[in-house]
């Protein structure tokens, strides 16, 4: 029998634009511009459209041209999975919330692509203001362990972010792109989270083996304290 919570909500960030983006108990370093909920393999929907897909086959041309964008400059879209393991309401519930909390900007309300306040793509659908309080409540004022914020947010510490308060230059952005199919969030010891691009220099500048890097990567085990996968870049 299939379980019931397999569901998942996931984001879609800009690496062109780094910096600090916050929402409530979330924090992303890179500026965010969709934010969907799934199962399975949803999260790579938009990705596949925009590699494979003419325009006129697509349906949300927003996301679709941001992407195309994106690849352009030789870059991939960053995808995190916001929170795993959902019931199919609450996977719902946090699209609606974070969408709201971020907005959209067909309504001129920030920088998100989607063209409905989320929940299955119920277009048109208002939130009443109770409806706001409540998600808002359950969301933003939550308490999370540990755990759950390292599989929440891509948290940086001010100014340990290398791109905090700084804007790419072309030049920037042909040296990421080189290195965009290499990117990696680590688990500090003390929880921080940091992506960084160049494992080995991460590795000797932190006076750390490269090797027991590789030997816990994507297997979510400690490495003196540390854990380490690749961000999903396609």
């Known amino acids: 029998m299939t379980p ?17 983006y ?17 199962k399975d393999d949803r999260y790579l929907f938009y990705i596949h459209e925009a590699k494979s897909h003419s325009i006129k086959y697509v349906g949300n041309k927003h996301i679709y041209y941001k992407i195309k964008k994106i690849l352009k400059v030789g870059l991939e879209p960053i995808i995190l999975k916001i929170e795993e393991n ?19 900007s067909d309504l001129k309300l920030g ?9 299955d793509g119920l277009s048109g659908q208002i939130l009443s203001d ?24 891509v948290a940086h510490k001010g100014k340990n972010n290398p791109f905090f308060g700084h804007t790419h230059t072309a030049a920037s952005i042909e040296i990421i792109s080189k290195k965009s199919s290499k990117t990696y969030q680590v688990s ?11 494992l080995t220099k991460f590795s000797a500048r932190n006076e750390l083996k490269y090797s027991s890097f590789l030997n816990v990567l994507n297997k979510d085990k400690l490495y003196k304290g540390y854990r380490v996968k690749k961000i999903i870049n396609y």
């Open 4 to 20: 019931d919570n397999i569901f998942y909500t996931y984001i879609y960030l800009d690496p062109r634009k780094f910096g600090v």
């Open 22 to 38: 916050e929402y409530g108990n979330y924090k992303f370093d890179a500026e965010p511009f969709y934010v969907g909920k799934g």
């Open 86 to 104: 959902l019931f199919e309401q609450s996977a719902l519930d946090l699209e609606i919330w974070t969408i709201w909390a971020i907005g959209r």
């Open 111 to 119: 920088p998100l692509t989607n063209l409905t306040v989320g929940g």
């Open 130 to 153: 109770e409806h706001k309080r409540k998600l808002s409540v359950a969301h933003k004022g939550k308490i999370l362990s540990d755990e759950h914020k390292r599989k929440l947010s």
């Open 188 to 198: 500090f010891p003390d929880g921080h989270i940091e992506v960084i691009s160049n």
